[in-house]
């Protein structure tokens, strides 16, 4: 893994790490194998310790060290698999995302199709209520024509209840005088009969004289 690392950047004279390249590479194995001249086993040695002074021994084979570090085609091929997993990821969150933007899209239609309802209910009142509104005013209209006609209806009603009262009061005139007539009726009443009385006393007496006059007469 340090080996992958270290053939992944290379390091500059102010000591930041740089990309790697194929020339530098090649570069950075040969200068290795100098270094490994000196050292049992082909370890990579960290940086701070590739300018110390070589020691005087014999020099050992670096074929070990060199298979370690991994080729340029394994670095692209890691590189496109990290960039293939990356990819599959974002495109999963796409398809997420578009499936949401999907529902989103399939839920404004909803949205859309609820107001344009609301929109129409929305018209039906207005017309609904412009409707109340002029049947309002046709009561109104209705309601004052009731008022004129109530306060002449109340009118004619106290002209009838006065009419009605001088019609009592003449009654009560009437019932007196013909209590008046009354009396004056049974005293005439009286004297018819009383009259009747005489008169059929007369009727008497001129038969009687009639009879006398029949008798002579015959004598």
């Given amino acids: 893994m340090e080996a992958v690392f270290r053939s992944k950047i290379r390091p500059d004279l102010s000591g930041k790490f ?3 390249s194929s020339a530098f590479r090649q570069e ?29 021994v014999s020099r050992p084979d670096c074929s070990t060290w060199v298979r370690t570090l991994p080729s340029l085609s394994d670095i692209y091929i890691t590189a496109i698999n990290s960039l293939g997993s990356a990819n599959t990821t974002l495109r999963q969150d796409i398809d997420a995302l578009e499936k949401n933007a999907d529902e989103m899209r399939g839920n404004n239609q909803d949205l859309k199709v609820k107001v344009l309802e609301l929109e129409t209910a929305n018209l039906r009142l207005c017309v609904d209520n412009e409707n109340l509104k002029i049947q309002l005013d046709a009561l109104e209209v209705c309601n004052n024509q009731l008022r004129i006609d109530h306060d002449n209806i109340q009118e004619q009603l106290k002209k009838q209840t ?6 009592q009061k003449r ?8 209590n008046g007539l009354k009396g004056k009726i049974s005293s005439i009443e009286s004297n018819l009969v009383k009259f009747m009385l005489s008169n059929r006393n007369v009727e008497k007496s001129q038969d009687q004289y009639l009879g006398l006059r029949v008798k002579l007469s015959s004598c």
């Fill in 18 to 20: 740089l990309p790697s």
């Fill in 28 to 56: 950075l194995i040969g200068n290795h194998r100098k270094k490994c001249e000196n050292f049992p086993t082909g370890i990579l040695l960290p940086q701070n310790q590739w300018n110390y002074p070589e020691p005087a």
């Fill in 162 to 167: 006065e009419k009605f009262e001088e019609f």
């Fill in 171 to 178: 009654i009560e005139k009437l019932d007196e005088e013909n």
